[in-house]
């Protein structure tokens, strides 16, 4: 199966942030941006997305709320100070693909909005990220800062911070890492650090700038940005340590707001901060994973599934991804006791005919137990009622190839490509259907380039290089 649970999703990110330009990215409708590529991984452990609630609605002195840094008299104040590292604009990969593989008049002919295309503001930003042009969205995003005097070359001078800023400087990080640009986004994160530097509070500015407001100016989602950026450095070990220090203060506000009187502020002012309490209780479990410290994990999620306010299909969603994560351990029969936990929380009678999430997890433990096409089957199953669910026939595939169908593994891949191009020619997809070419010709260039010129036509970008997902190399 595909595994790309480690895949950076923007939309984790905005979650309980103010209403703002970056709305459509977190999908505060409930529903996820259809435009912001999804992770197509059977893994896919405990998304943020069920942490978004969108009719939360408490004032900005409670969403605000951060612990201000302590600074010790006669001491020179720690100033935070960025700017843009890197001169020019990044490039469009599939474009140089498309100019030295095939030919360099279809390259031009290659439709995809730029930063000229769109007015310079919050407004064309958003305009580029809704249509997934995300390495024009960050250079639009290197222009905008330049007018705030954070552009390029003005790392490490004095600038006055306000939360537009900030969320663009958000909006900027995000994008890098969603591009797999690591590098980029680490060296401009530096000077934020944990964002405990005394110039991103409201109280640091006189009170005539921004009207007696107090608290954090940057947002709950560039904290959270920040901590689980070393996760996609290779050090998760430090990303461990930035959450746990960030759900120790979410618990101290969360825990003040709990001992006030039992008024009706008060409780959704609680709840708001128990939200974001658990949504850093996912991302400390997705830590866990990857240090394999499975003991851990089991106590956290075992935390979260008996949060009283947690809903039926949460504890439902939680059961499943706890019995995904016992089959990575290799525990089949642990996996299979929480996969019947999880269809026991479902509602109604238990005749009820199965589900997605019921026939994904029945297929996954088939692929466990080596029985690829009892797993086949369940996915087939599942794809009837989940038809545009391009995961679904990824794990189709790979049970056909294991099956020993190679040629029928192939056709399931191009009939997805063929049904819904701009879903199905994702990361995982294009990387598997590659590899398959690779194993059934020695000829297999020239279907890798009739991929590249859908990738061309129907995707603005790719978030891994050409060469990893198509295996391509380019040479001019």
């Known amino acids: 199966m595909s595994e790309n649970q480690n895949e950076p999703s923007l ?11 970056f709305d459509h990215l977190a999908g505060k409708d409930g529903k996820k941006s259809a435009q912001v590529p999804e992770s197509y991984a059977s893994y896919d452990l405990l998304q943020s997305s069920s942490m978004v609630d969108p009719k939360s609605n408490v004032p900005d002195s409670v969403r605000d709320l951060w612990e201000l840094p302590v600074l010790e008299p006669k001491v020179s104040v720690p100033l935070t100070m960025p700017g843009v590292s890197v001169a020019t604009d990044l490039n469009d990969p599939v474009q140089e693909a498309v100019s030295v593989l095939v030919d360099p008049v279809e390259a031009q002919h290659r439709k995809i909005l730029s930063p000229d295309d769109v007015t310079q503001d919050e407004r064309g930003l958003r305009e580029l990220i809704e249509h997934g042009c995300f390495r024009s969205a960050v250079n639009l995003t290197a222009r905008l800062l330049f007018i705030k005097q954070q552009g390029f070359g003005r790392a490490g001078y004095t600038v006055k911070h306000s939360p537009n800023s900030l969320q663009l400087w958000f909006t900027r990080l995000a994008l890098l ?5 690591f590098d980029i986004a680490n060296v401009e994160a530096e000077p934020f650090g944990s964002l405990n530097k005394p110039d991103v509070f ?3 500015y006189h009170p005539d700038m921004h009207s007696d407001k107090k608290g954090s100016m940057a947002s709950f989602s560039f904290r959270l940005l920040l901590a689980e950026l070393p996760i996609y450095l290779g050090f998760p070990r430090v990303a461990l340590d930035r959450l746990t220090e960030m759900l120790a203060i979410t618990s101290q506000i969360k825990n003040y707001f709990e001992r006030l009187p039992k008024e009706e502020a008060n409780k959704n002012s609680a709840h708001f901060w128990h939200l974001r309490e658990k949504r850093l209780l996912h991302s ?5 994973i990857i240090l394999k410290d499975f003991s851990l994990t089991d106590q956290l999620i075992r935390r979260l599934a008996d949060d009283q306010t947690a809903s039926v299909d949460e504890k439902r969603s939680l059961m499943s991804a706890w019995g995904r994560i016992r089959l990575q351990c290799g525990d089949i029969y642990g996996a299979e006791k929480k996969f019947s936990e999880a269809k026991r929380l479902r509602d109604g009678d238990q005749t009820e005919q ?3 999430r019921d026939l994904v997890d029945r297929g996954l433990l088939a692929v466990a137990q080596n029985d690829f096409q009892s797993a086949f089957d369940l996915f087939q199953k599942a794809s009837v009622l989940e038809s545009n669910n391009t995961m679904l026939y990824n794990n189709m595939g790979v049970c056909l190839l294991y099956s020993g169908k190679l040629k029928d593994a192939i056709k399931m891949f191009e009939s997805a490509v063929q049904r819904n191009p701009k879903l199905a020619l994702n990361e995982s997809l294009l990387v598997n259907i590659s590899t398959l ?5 020695n000829n297999a260039k020239d279907k890798k380039i009739a991929l590249l010129k859908l990738v061309n036509k129907h995707r603005a970008d790719l978030c891994v290089d050409l060469d990893i997902c198509l295996k391509l190399k380019i040479v001019a």
């Open 11 to 21: 939309s984790q990110y905005f979650a309980n942030d103010p209403p703002s330009f």
């Open 177 to 181: 890492v969603k591009l797999g640009q």
């Open 202 to 204: 409201y109280e640091f």
């Open 284 to 288: 400390i479990v997705n830590c866990s």
């Open 354 to 356: 199965p589900d997605v």
């Open 437 to 441: 070419y690779e194993l059934e010709s």
